[in-house]
């Protein structure tokens, strides 16, 4: 995945870690906010219900005390009884006396109109019955509710049986069956009265928080306004809020944490690693005695899945720092072997030189994984070079005994980048080397007035004097190459001949190389420009 990329996810997930802890957070809150709503409504339904079974109790008792008083109906006496049981009575505003379907008397007196009875909506059971919209004479102001029970009638104010002390955007009922409404101490949405009287639970819709509960005859309800028992929500998230962002905090730290490890260069150089996602590419060396490519030098090449390159002067430091080159330096082997082996095995005059590490060279690690791999492969020991750079030399005795136990697998043994380290005679003079790398830049400065332009016959003649081989690399042009030829350095890699070449592009340009003869001195103009370095790019 691209650095870009991963960035762009990581700020995605660290805005959704930041927003989804706040989205959770105000979606409880919602839901319990609702829930507790809808168990306010479900109490008041409940006081609601005691409030009505009080009320109709009373009237009970009324009616029963009236029936039992002794005297004749609707006499003087009788009258100025139902009056006094009416007025004892809390909730009972009126008594009144029936005989043949009609009106007798009231606790006001006898009554001369023909008030016909009313046939009752609910049984009550027990002999009690209610009528649920009357309009007495006697109160014309407002309906009113009639318990009855044999000739007796006792007359009910419907918002008693709602006088429940409640919130104000509160609305309570009673009601004895689907759309049989007996009271209620509001308005309400005729829908939601629907649902209510018949009995739902509990609920919400668009505009309500509502609850009921069922006691047969009766069911009672409480609904209140949504958006009001939602807006007291708005403390509960300033009570909540900071806990919110404490989360959202923690987790966005989290994925910071977690992509700043994502996307260390050293996480990711472990990644590719594990990956695989290395390749090795070959560079031609040249013998300048007779133009014939003679061996290679295996150079890594990191190629991410996005196909770019990253080069190795990036990476191969970073993994010297970071302890990765040894798990490098093992895929660099099983690259090398697995892409030369047979060309190797059918030239046993070629070799390859590998770039073994000052760490690898010290812990000496790499060399039994070469060893296996080698036998494995059936090649000679000898076509394996190794190249290691000054640094590897600075501890001189580490350095003798990995380099002797290297050529007593069978390996040469060669001194990179010479002249550009600590390297003196007396160091070299100590080691058991095989040949000698002359650094480019000394290359560079040949037929030039660089100050190191003087340096490079000395390199020359200090490593002839020491019978070591010598490879100059960095050669780009033919006069640099003439005068290595005529200075006797054997072997040369540069531009001038191939850019380091994927192993098949490498194996065409030796035949081809090899191919035309053995006249090395019309080879030094067969540049190769090779697709290998070509692709490379700084990161
Ligand atoms: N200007 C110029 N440059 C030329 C010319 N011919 C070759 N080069 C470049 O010079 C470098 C030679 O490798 P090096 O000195 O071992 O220097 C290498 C080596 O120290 C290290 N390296 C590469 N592969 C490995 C590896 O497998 N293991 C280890 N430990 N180090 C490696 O990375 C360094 C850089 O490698 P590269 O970028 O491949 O760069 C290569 C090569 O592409 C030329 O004519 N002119």
């Known amino acids: 995945m691209r650095r870009r990329t991963i960035l762009i996810v990581a700020a995605c997930l660290a805005i959704l870690a930041g927003l989804l802890p706040m989205v959770a957070v ?40 009236a029936e039992t008083r002794p005297g004749t109906e609707c006499s003087p006496d009788h009258v100025a009884q139902l009056r006094q049981i009416a007025m004892d009575a809390r909730n009972v505003e009126d008594i009144g006396y029936f005989r043949d379907g009609r009106l007798v008397c009231t606790s006001l007196g006898p009554i001369r109109q023909h008030v016909p009875r009313t046939p009752p909506d609910v049984d009550l059971g027990g002999g009690f019955a209610l009528v649920l919209h009357i309009e007495p004479r006697t109160f014309r102001s407002q309906p009113m509710l009639a318990m009855s029970h044999d ?27 689907p759309g049989r409404l007996i009271a209620m101490s509001g308005k309400g949405d005729p829908r939601l009265l629907r649902i209510l009287t018949a009995g739902a639970a509990a609920g919400i819709d668009e505009r309500h928080v509502f609850a009921s509960l069922r006691e047969p005859p009766l069911t009672a309800f409480a609904f209140s306004d949504r958006a009001q028992a939602l807006g007291r929500l708005r403390n509960d998230y300033l009570l909540l809020l900071p806990m919110g962002l404490l989360v959202s905090t923690v987790l966005v730290g989290i994925v910071i944490w977690v992509s700043r490890q994502r996307l260390s260069p050293e996480k ?5 690693i594990r990956r695989r996602e290395f390749v090795v590419h070959y560079q031609p060396i040249i013998d300048l005695s007779n133009g014939r490519c003679v061996a290679a030098e295996a150079l890594l090449r990191w190629r ?21 080159i040894s798990p490098l330096t093992d ?8 892409d030369q082996a047979e060309l190797l095995r059918a030239d046993r005059g070629l070799h390859i030189s590998i770039n073994i590490s000052a760490r690898d060279l010290e812990s000496g690690r790499f060399l039994p994984v070469l060893s296996d791999a080698v036998a494995r492969s059936g090649i000679e020991p000898s076509q394996i070079w190794i190249e290691a750079t000054e640094q590897g030399f600075i501890r001189a005795e580490i350095a003798a005994s990995a380099i002797k136990a290297a050529r007593a697998a069978g390996h040469m043994v060669a001194i990179d980048d010479f002249g550009t380290g600590y390297s003196s005679l007396s160091l070299l003079q100590g080691l058991p080397l095989d040949a000698l790398k002359i650094d480019k830049s000394f290359v560079e400065a040949i037929a030039t007035d660089a100050a190191t332009s003087v340096v490079t016959p000395h390199i020359i003649d200090m490593a002839h004097g020491l019978k070591l081989r010598i490879i100059a690399e960095g050669v780009e042009t033919r006069e640099q190459e003439a005068y290595l030829r005529a200075a006797g350095v054997p072997l040369a890699q540069g531009w001038l001949y191939s850019r380091a ?36 790019t700084a990161r």
């Open 151 to 177: 000739g007796y009638t006792a007359l009910i104010k419907p918002e008693r049986l709602v006088d429940v002390l409640t919130d104000s955007h509160m609305t309570l009922g009673i009601a004895a069956g």
């Open 26 to 65: 105000a979606h409880l809150l919602r839901v319990r906010a609702i829930a507790a709503e809808q168990r306010h409504m479900a109490e008041y339904a409940r006081w609601t219900l005691m409030r009505t079974k009080r009320v109709f109790a009373d009237a009970r008792r009324v009616l029963i005390e």
């Open 501 to 536: 070449l994927p192993a098949a592009e490498f194996a065409a340009f030796r035949q081809g190389r090899n191919a035309e003869g053995d006249d090395s001195s019309t080879d030094a103009g067969r540049g190769h420009a090779g697709s290998g370095d070509g692709a490379i």
């Open 331 to 338: 895929l660099l082997i099983e690259r090398v072997i697995e």
């Open 268 to 272: 990711e150089l472990a990644i590719a």
């Open 304 to 324: 991410r899945p996005d196909g770019r390159w990253i080069r190795p002067d990036l990476f191969i430091p970073l993994a010297e720092d970071t302890g990765l």
